[in-house]
Structure formats: structure tokens, C-alpha cells
């Protein structure tokens, strides 16, 4: 991550502070994709055999990761900021 952002420093790029706000559009996906598995696991979508299963499977998965997740945002915006900081 530091050499990403040297780089980007280097080319020119400005870096302003982190926040909860900048990680909202990674939420927003995880969201999607959980919309996209209910929806085939109610065979809404792909009703190919085992989407439903799959669809189930993956819709669980994000249920649990999910509050993580957001839990998580606090230590990933120190870390992600204690990075640029540098």
C-alpha cells in the first residue's frame, strides 16, 4: 500500500485524509452481490443446476461477513491513513 501511494505521490497525486466514507463504495458491492445471490437462490436468476445451492451458500457467507465488515471500518481507515501518513 505505501508504494502505491509513494507512486501516486510521486506523480503528482494528492492524498487527502481517510475516512469510514471512502471504504462506502466496497460496502455497496458486498450489498450488490448479496442482492445477486438472494436472487438465485430464489432462482430468480441462473436457474442452472446448483445455482440455487450456490446462490444459498454465497448469501450466507456475506450475512456473517457483512457486520465484520463494517465492524472492521475504524481499524482499516488507522491503518489505511497510518499508511499515507508516511
Excluded: K
Excluded at 462506502?24 to 445471490?37: A, D, H, R
Amino acid at each position: 500500500m505505501r508504494s502505491v501511494v509513494t507512486g501516486y505521490r510521486d506523480s503528482g497525486g494528492t492524498v487527502g485524509p481517510v475516512d469510514r466514507a471512502d471504504f462506502g463504495q466496497s460496502v455497496g458491492e458486498m450489498l450488490s452481490w448479496l442482492e445477486f445471490n438472494v436472487r438465485r437462490l430464489l432462482a430468480l436468476v441462473g436457474i442452472r443446476c446448483g445455482e440455487r445451492e450456490v446462490g444459498r451458500r454465497e448469501a450466507l457467507a456475506m450475512i456473517h461477513a457483512l457486520p465484520r465488515m463494517i465492524d472492521s471500518l475504524d481499524s482499516t481507515v488507522a491503518l489505511v491513513g497510518s499508511a499515507l501518513d508516511r
